[in-house]
């Protein structure tokens, strides 16, 4: 993706770019409040990742790669590389018997709950981003209550609770509340909101959350710093530490992901299998997990694609994530539509997501859509829809693989 495809007049004209630089912090400094870690993770992944040349690789590094069974870093970088490109189908075959070693042909599902879309963020891909003209809302509990209610009668074991980046609206105290109710319904409460402190992540696992995803969007450092304009969101290496954070909070889980688009996505997948491979060796009783997002057209920006991350580089990305981490869990959201997505759970992915709005409100008839969508989604199919194709692929769907004694 070039940023002419994303920054285009409909977000960001240059008299807005001119007032902006004029305010903008320091992308790479903390603001006040901020926990600082004593932590040199963000570090090791900037020099991998600076060091990564994915056109260095050869066709026998590939097969090297895929015939090991003790994979590291230099492995994956090859499983990243073009090179890889023409034996997709080797490492796909590889990275199917890697995930039904460890996961055999279960499947995950899950649906994600928003219930706000205040952002305080410039984020110019995003649907939520603060200049962005969309219909705001926010449930309060009465209504978060009906919408997991709904959401339960579907069969469903595990929600993800998701916000705008709004702490001033989505309090902590607020999104404390929602993990509360939502325990009273799911077995998993996930989250998927603005980074916080360690003693805030705390707060929200005696609340009854389980696991936390943040995506970093990119992992280089300046176009990070061109494309989050303004907001918490804008400093860099508190973003990246969120998933060390979230750990020492008492989480269980972490989930690691890069909007594939947005940069070089050869080296935002490979930062992002850095990040997760050393959080894990450093908290080696931690869940780990991958997302593999791509960007997705927003309202009032229908040209926002990522068009240097087809099918063939989607496919290469998931299965280099499965070869090198074989354990961890793979999510595929419905960023993607209904046939790449299957494909993938079969191959690689162990979580899909199902009966899905990004919109604030919509799943119970009680509540109409209170809040605009933050991206547009390819996979419009229910619960029911989902777990009947995965069935007919030879799958078998779960709604939980946890038991609370």
């Known amino acids: 993706m070039h940023d002419k495809d994303i920054l285009n007049e409909s977000i960001l004209n240059d008299t807005i770019m001119s ?28 020099r991998r990742m600076r060091a990564y040349d994915s056109d260095s690789y050869t066709e026998d590094d590939v097969r ?51 219930i706000a879309n205040y952002c305080e ?68 409460v996930g989250l998927e909101v603005y980074p916080m402190n360690s003693d805030e ?31 918490h969101k804008r400093i860099y290496p508190y973003r990246v530490n969120a998933q060390e954070r979230a750990l020492k909070g008492g989480m269980r889980g972490v989930a690691f992901g890069a909007l594939l688009g947005l940069a070089d996505f050869r080296k935002d997948a490979f930062a992002t299998g850095c990040h997760a491979w050393f959080i894990q060796r450093k908290y080696p009783h931690a869940e780990i997990s991958f997302s593999c997002p791509r960007l997705r057209p927003i309202i009032n920006n229908d040209k ?17 994530y499965r070869l090198l981490m074989p354990y961890a869990g793979i999510t595929v959201s419905t960023r993607e539509c209904e046939r790449v997505r299957d494909n993938l759970a079969v191959i690689a992915a162990t979580k899909i997501s199902a009966g899905v709005n990004t919109g604030v409100g919509g799943h119970s008839d009680d509540i109409e859509e209170k809040g605009d969508d933050q991206f547009e989604i390819s996979d419009s199919r229910s619960v029911d829809e989902v777990f009947d194709a995965l069935r007919k692929r030879g799958m078998q769907p779960v709604m939980s693989d946890y038991v609370f004694v």
Do not use: W
């Open 121 to 188: 963020n410039y984020c110019i891909y995003c649907g939520f981003n603060c200049k962005n003209k969309i219909k705001r809302a926010q449930l309060d509990q009465k209504q978060i209550e009906t919408e997991l209610a709904a959401i339960a009668r579907s069969g469903l074991e595990e929600i993800l609770i998701l916000t705008g980046e709004s702490r001033a609206r989505s309090t902590v105290e607020y999104i404390g509340d929602a993990c509360k109710t939502a325990r009273k319904y799911f077995k998993i």
């Open 304 to 320: 926002i694609n990522p068009m240097d991350v087809h099918e063939k580089q989607l496919l290469q990305v998931v299965c280099a």
């Open 201 to 231: 992540y705390a707060y929200l696992h005696s609340c009854g959350a389980d696991y936390v995803t943040v995506f970093q969007e990119t992992y280089d450092p300046d176009k990070y710093e061109k494309l989050h304009l303004s907001g």
């Open 64 to 114: 090297r790669a895929i015939r090991s069974r003790n994979r590291d870093l230099d492995d994956f970088g090859a499983l990243l590389s073009p090179a890889a490109e023409p034996l997709i189908e080797e490492i796909a075959a590889e990275a199917q018997r890697e995930t039904r070693a460890h996961f055999g042909n279960s499947v995950y599902m899950f649906t994600p709950l928003y």
């Open 19 to 46: 007032d902006m630089e004029k305010k903008r912090t320091d992308h790479m400094t903390y603001l006040p409040g901020m926990e600082i870690l004593d932590s040199d993770i963000d570090g090791k992944i900037l």
